[in-house]
């Protein structure tokens, strides 16, 4: 059979765990010519209950697996919607599976199957066996309970008699009888469901029989057509009792899908409200199940190395990297191939197995929803790092190339034969290579530098460090009087990574002083910020200039890699001193924000927490040495 590739697949699923054979079916059909696989499962009042959420769930994602879409339809005839559906998409074949059960309603009706075939018209339909291999979902009968059960019989066996002991106070015809012991009858089945009616209705006709046919006291019956009637009262008693049951029991389902609908959305609600939903989710758990603990674990994926790993918990699990065999879990629900959810304290009843694989459903969303977050998160880490090397590659293009022409050119002077310089021609063109080689130094160690920031190498090696120390070694290379300072003494200490907390405070003074010349530069000091870092006492550091300032919609634009805010000559660096210093202070656990200096300008404070004292003799901090490319007054390691 040839299929063109506007042709339109629609697979009918029950719900169960043999829809897995009719997918792969329908799939193998629609991918013969290119076509759509449409999955439609119908949900019907009768049939609610006997879906499992874990197989439609399975059956969803094996769909989507396959390239075809899956819908959800509501419907009161399970034949008539699937035609339906199919009709509106203009689908050209229908899979259906074969029928399990065989009720009486389909020796009128039919099966789902047959009807679909039966009223297809020109749409193809394929009926697919079931597979042998597959287990039948089989559907829980709803109990009323053990405590009704019993009060029917009880009442079966009293009711009838008190019953036709009203009667003997009076005259009464067989027809009375008959008629007051079915109101019996059906008050029994309200209260113990279709058994206890059943045996009631048994008890009755016999009560009737002998006291209300003639010849009364006896239970032979003359009349034949007393005989019709106790017969007609006992076949409606016991379909009375049929209805009525099933009424009580349909109720009772629909109680408990309310009382479900209701939990799971309370635990949807739960976890919503938490940073964390998968543990948010595990708690509530707890209460929802009655249990005292519940994890979800994984099979290590290296198998040299076998064992459990812990996605998440709550509660006491003890031996959890036992796995779902060897814990001390009384419930162990499957979520994937390698992946169980197991509940502690309390082995889950038959009864709220539904509810159980709901729930299920609900963890193995959170699961999927964790793996997209760190999918994201890993996308947008290679695309910052995509971003920064087109952006180094961009930098070495053409801003490297200056301080390297300007070495060029002085070196090619220097070396000309027959070309004589003065001493100071000489001096000058020395000079020049020296700007140029300490310009292309600081270009080449800012790449660096920033290249660890993104990478997140950067170890800053924190100890007591004051503020006078660090801002002295900052302005070595500053001119003279080019920048105030005004730092009282014995200042409390903080904490922080010397080399670092130097070249930061460095790259700050060399932006001020770039983009603010002659406008004024002071360094102060804040004694303490009760709200600093994490919540912890901070020292601040305030670098102020007059200059022209930063819109402050361009504030997060300006630490941003690669940045040169207004007209700055491209000569002057390559935008990466702002980014540098904000990754060296949030590096040691600090904050560097921008602030606009009253009467015009640029204030560029760095808050640290402050030292809680030196480091032990001994500890891992103390005496540590810097090693590895980059290493010196950075205080960076290697990549």
């Excluded at 559906?85 to 789902?112: E, N, P």
């Excluded at 008190?162 to 009667?167: A, I, V």
Aim: hydrophobic residues 45%; glycine residues 12%; contains cysteine.
């Amino acid at each position: 059979m040839c299929l063109m590739a506007t042709e339109r697949i629609v697979a009918g699923l029950k719900g169960g765990d043999d829809d897995e054979l009719l997918v792969r079916r329908a799939a193998r059909l629609a991918g013969r010519g290119g076509g759509e696989l449409l999955a439609v499962h119908v949900r019907t009042p009768s049939g609610t209950r006997g879906d499992s959420p874990r197989a439609l769930e399975d059956q969803k994602r094996a769909v989507a697996g396959l390239g075809g879409e899956y819908h959800a339809l509501a419907g009161t005839d399970v034949a008539q919607a699937l035609l339906d559906y199919a009709r509106s998409v203009q689908a050209t074949h229908i899979l259906v599976g074969q029928s399990r059960r065989r009720r009486i309603a389909g020796l009128f009706r039919g099966s789902v199957e047959a009807r679909v075939v039966r009223d297809a018209g020109d749409i193809d339909v394929q009926v697919v066996p079931r597979d042998p291999a597959a287990h039948p979902m089989r559907r829980a009968r709803t109990e009323l309970g053990r405590g009704r059960t019993l009060a029917g019989f009880a009442l079966a066996a009293f009711l009838p008699a008190g019953l036709q002991l009203l009667l003997a106070v009076q005259d009464h015809s067989v027809a009375t009888a008959v008629l007051v012991q079915l109101a019996g009858a059906v008050a029994v089945a309200l209260v113990g469901g279709l058994w206890p009616a059943v045996a009631g209705a048994l008890w009755s006709s016999l009560l009737v029989n002998y006291f209300s046919t003639p010849p009364v006291g006896d239970l032979a019956i003359h009349d034949p057509q007393d005989v019709l009637a106790l017969g007609v009262f006992v076949g409606v008693s016991v379909a009375v009792a049929g209805v009525v049951d099933g009424s009580a029991r349909r109720s009772k389902e629909a109680a408990l899908a309310r009382a479900e609908a209701a939990t799971l959305a309370d635990l949807a609600l739960g976890a919503s409200r938490s940073e964390d939903s998968l543990q948010a989710l595990l708690s509530e758990s707890l209460s929802v199940f009655g249990v005292s603990g519940a994890a979800v674990v994984t099979a290590a994926a290296d198998p040299p190395q076998p064992g459990w790993e812990l996605v998440a918990g709550a509660g006491d699990i003890p031996d959890w990297d036992e796995g779902p065999d060897g814990s001390a879990a009384r419930t162990a629900e499957e979520l994937g191939s390698r992946t169980w959810l197991l509940l502690f304290g309390r082995e889950i009843p038959r009864a709220e197995r539904r509810l159980l694989d709901a729930f299920g459903v609900h963890v193995r969303a959170r699961l999927e929803r964790r793996q997209l977050e760190a999918s994201r998160l890993e996308i947008s880490r290679l695309a910052e790092g995509n971003a920064m090397r087109t952006a180094i590659l961009r930098a070495v293009s053409h801003d490297l190339r200056t301080p390297l022409a300007g070495i060029k050119l002085a070196a090619g002077g220097l070396l000309q034969d027959g070309v004589g310089y003065g001493p100071e021609e000489r001096r000058e063109l020395l000079e020049t290579i020296d700007e140029c080689t300490d310009r292309l130094d600081g270009l080449v160690g800012n790449l660096l530098d920033m290249s660890r920031i993104t990478a997140q190498s950067v170890e800053p090696l924190l100890e007591p460090v004051r503020w006078r120390v660090a801002v002295d070694h900052a302005l070595r290379t500053c001119p003279a009087g080019a920048v105030a300072v005004a730092l009282p003494a014995n200042m409390p200490a903080v904490e922080a990574d010397p080399g670092l907390l130097e070249r930061a405070i460095a790259n700050i003074v060399e932006n001020a002083l770039k983009y603010a010349p002659g406008a004024g530069i002071t360094i102060s000091v804040t004694p303490m910020q009760q709200a600093g870092p994490g919540g912890h006492p901070a020292g601040e550091l305030r670098i102020i200039d007059h200059g022209p300032g930063v819109p402050a919609r361009k504030v997060v634009e300006m630490f941003q890699p690669f940045q040169r805010l207004g007209d700055a000559d491209q000569g002057t660096g390559i935008g990466l001193g702002l980014a540098v210093a904000q990754g060296f202070v949030q590096a040691m656990r600090g904050s560097l924000d921008a602030e606009e200096t009253p009467g015009g300008g640029l204030t560029m404070v760095i808050r640290l927490p402050l030292s809680a004292g030196p480091p032990v003799a001994g500890s891992p901090v103390a005496g540590r040495a810097l090693t590895g490319p980059g290493a010196g007054p950075a205080g960076v390691t290697g990549a």
